[in-house]
């Protein structure tokens, strides 16, 4: 166990909505970053925080915005859902480089 | 930006055998190399990590190789055993600053033959 956890487990939405996953970082860690993981592929980087800023981004597109808390938790939003955001989203807290995951947050766009 | 290829996609070994998945990258400046073992329904756990002034890593019954020259790094795993079965993912950052943005390779499967 990580100690990164990870809310909801599942969540199932329908095409245009919008959808708000949570994740609380290990003890003493103060970068969460998240991905996205497809079926059958490796996760893709979808953006960082350090210290409640936004500290890297990779490619994909405003709609996907985030937030991190004083206590360094950390969400993901997800506006205006599209069939293909179905997918894993994981997070992974850090404190020196090494990222530990979360079990991640099951989406199904329908 | 980063590319990781990751080779092969499924891998079956017979218990007690070693298996080797080797990845290439593309960025040079990448010094950071982690793999990671993702089970059915579970988020990737880290089994081991290089960095880049270092040739080897060994932790147990697995090790890690980077030739930083020709920007490939591999997994060994020996005497394998039916719970070494899962997706192993390699990954390679920069590892600047606070940035250590993971480019993942695209996994390979792993299945250990009782």
């Known amino acids: 166990e990580t100690g990164v956890t990870q809310s909801p487990t599942h969540l199932i939405k329908t095409r245009g909505q919008q959808v708000t996953l949570r994740c609380s970082s290990q003890s003493g860690h103060n970068t969460v970053s998240w991905y996205q993981q497809a079926l059958g592929q490796g996760p893709q980087f979808i953006f960082q925080y350090y210290r409640e800023e936004e500290n890297g981004r990779g490619n994909f597109p405003p709609r996907f915005s985030g937030l991190q808390f004083p206590n360094y938790s950390s969400e993901l939003n997800v506006n205006a859902l599209e069939l293909d955001d179905s997918a894993l989203y994981l997070c992974a807290s850090s404190s020196v480089g090494t990222q530990y995951f979360g079990p991640g947050t099951r989406l199904t766009v329908l | 930006g980063e590319n990781v290829e990751q080779h092969p996609s499924t891998l079956s070994v017979q218990e007690g055998d070693s298996a080797v998945i080797k990845c290439t990258y593309s960025?040079?400046?990448?010094?950071?190399f982690p793999w990671y073992k993702q089970e059915l329904g579970k988020g990737p756990q880290l089994i081991i990590d290089?960095?880049?002034?270092?040739g080897e890593k060994k932790d147990q019954r697995i090790a890690v190789t980077l030739n930083k020259t020709a920007k490939h790094f591999s997994l060994h795993i020996t005497e394998t055993q039916p719970e070494d079965s899962a997706v192993y993912f390699c990954?390679?950052?920069?590892?600047?600053?606070?940035?250590?943005?993971?480019?993942f390779g695209a996994g390979t499967t792993v299945t250990v033959r009782a």
């Open positions: 990954a390679a950052s920069r590892g600047e600053s606070n940035d250590y943005k993971l480019s």
């Open positions: 290089i960095r880049s002034n270092v």
């Open positions: 960025d040079s400046a990448s010094n950071y």
